[in-house]
């Protein structure tokens, strides 16, 4: 579905990613995982378009589109989860879901809300609440449920489980893990290394920009330099 060759992208003239390649198929997790400042989410901002990329192919299902807009990637089926949300604070959750749906113009969109409302059952019933007055696991919850709102088939989910409570990581990740067996294909930027890899198919290691170890999840894990830099073991 997603293939990422030898990608460069720069701040100004500190180049951040250095020559990625990686690539993600229908129906997958893929969990990048690294440390703060390896490139992750410049990585998912490039995808999505929100971010230039100074060399290298962005291809998505058989077509380049790294020249496209990022509302356009939008209409073609790329979705991003923003690390720390970027909710509209004033705007009750309903509103902010229907603005995740602006791009479209089917008949269905009510439909995409009921789904979001019955896999967050506590967004259904904060509907008419400001997004700003939500805890933190609600407003992760709607900024999941917004980017559905596109109805995407590549979704980039950044650091969903940042700033919450245990419990509410592992629905988080269990939600996660609910939307790839709905046919959602998923790339995952998650600081919580051994959940992330509990329920990715594939994962890569990136350090400074570039891409230093790829796999199988279990092979990942299991990898002595992984356990030791990520795992804590």
């Keep these: 579905m997603l293939s990422i060759e030898n990608v460069t992208s720069a701040y ?26 390896a490139g992750k989410t410049t990585l998912l901002r490039a995808i999505s378009g929100v971010q230039p990329i100074t ?11 790294e020249n496209r807009r990022a509302h356009e990637r939008v209409a073609i089926g790329i979705s991003q989860v923003p690390e720390g949300r970027q909710l509209f604070a004033p705007l009750s959750v309903k509103d902010n879901l229907r603005l995740g749906a602006w791009s479209r113009r089917d008949a269905d969109v009510a439909v995409t809300l009921d789904r979001v409302g019955a896999l967050f059952p506590m967004l259904q019933e904060a509907w008419e609440t400001p997004a700003g007055a939500l805890s933190g696991g609600q407003q992760q919850m709607l900024a999941i449920g917004r980017a559905l709102m596109a109805k995407p088939r590549l979704l980039l989910l950044d650091e969903p489980s940042m700033g919450l409570a245990p419990k509410l990581v592992d629905h988080m990740l269990s939600a996660t893990r609910a939307l790839r067996d709905d046919n959602l294909t998923i790339l995952l930027v998650e600081q919580n290394a051994r959940a992330a890899l509990a329920i990715a198919d594939r994962a890569y290691v990136l350090e400074t920009g570039l ?12 990898d002595a330099r992984v356990q030791e830099a990520y795992l804590g073991i």
């Design 12 to 37: 100004g003239r500190i180049e951040v990613l250095h020559g990625v390649t990686l690539h993600v198929a229908a129906g997958e997790i893929v969990t990048l995982i690294g440390a703060n400042g």
């Design 211 to 222: 891409v230093t170890l790829s796999g199988g999840a279990a092979d990942i894990q299991a």
């Design 55 to 65: 060399g290298g192919a962005i291809v998505f299902e058989g077509e380049r589109i």
